[in-house]
């Protein structure tokens, strides 16, 4: 193939994904309350499933500090437009990560043939990875950060004559960056795996800073959830795990690296 013949291809490929992207943004204009109501506006609200359990718990052990988002606050629009432009921009964002897989497949459908067989595998088994742990860290931070974050910086105080009124663009970009901060996060033993291959990291240096790791992560998961050590350790235990697990995976490409240079 030559090169304009590539450039065709790929246009075709973007083409598919474009007109993917479109039509899953008009759904979600179309069902704008379910993806308002139901998943935006949701962690602000007592009814909220993480919300509820705190709750429980809180009632379970006595303990009042663990009930969060209890008094739900109110989010303001300041601009003429401000609804109108958040509901496009959100439609398509909502459209761009429903249609994300198939904009992969067709990515790959473009990449495939340039592929040997070892590198098709070895492909498919990070896209693997990689997806499964971006989406288990989104709905970590969508379930256990995010309503914490909020519970915290929409009741926070520096005093008595500031009142917290929450901008509808100031919530959604808050939301969003934790969500996603969460997701790419979640891709730490993916990221140790790569810098381990190409020498970057090793065991002996992760090990090394294992306890400054786990300061960090104690440091920051104090700071976002009620001043309670169940909340805390709810938030830090899934993160140390993953810099544990990263451990154990640059271990293993070492092993590797040591066995083939024999």
């Not at 970009?173 to 020498?199: C, D, N, R």
């Amino acid at each position: 193939m030559s090169f304009l013949e590539h450039l065709e291809v790929l246009r075709w490929h973007l083409m598919r994904s474009i007109i993917a992207v479109m039509v899953l943004a008009v759904v979600a204009f179309i069902f704008y309350n379910f993806i308002f109501d139901v998943i935006i506006l949701a962690p602000k609200n007592p009814e909220f499933f993480t919300n509820r359990m705190f709750a429980r718990l809180s009632d379970l052990t006595g303990v009042e500090s663990l009930k969060i988002n209890s008094k739900p606050f109110q989010i303001i629009n300041i601009n003429m437009a401000g609804q109108f432009a958040t509901h496009i921009s959100v439609s398509i964002i909502a459209g761009i990560i429903a249609s994300f897989p198939y904009i992969f497949y067709e990515f790959w459908c473009f990449l495939k043939p340039a592929l040997y067989d070892n590198e098709k595998k070895h492909a498919r088994g990070s896209i693997f990875y990689t997806s499964f742990l971006f989406a288990i860290g989104v709905l970590f931070g969508y379930y256990l950060i995010t309503p914490l974050s909020v519970h915290f910086l929409g009741s926070y105080s520096i005093s008595s004559q500031v009142l917290n009124q929450i901008n509808l663009n100031s919530y959604i970009s808050s939301i969003t960056s934790i969500v996603l901060a969460s997701g790419v996060i979640f891709e730490l033993p993916v990221l140790i795996y790569f810098l381990s291959k190409i020498g970057l990291v090793s065991p002996e240096f992760l090990k090394k800073y294992r306890k400054h790791a786990v300061v960090v992560i104690l440091t920051l998961s104090a700071i976002i959830t009620p001043p309670d050590i169940f909340s805390q350790i709810l938030v830090c235990m899934p993160l140390v795990l993953l810099y544990e697990i990263g451990i154990k995976i640059s271990k293993r490409v070492q092993k590797k690296q040591l066995v083939a240079s024999e």
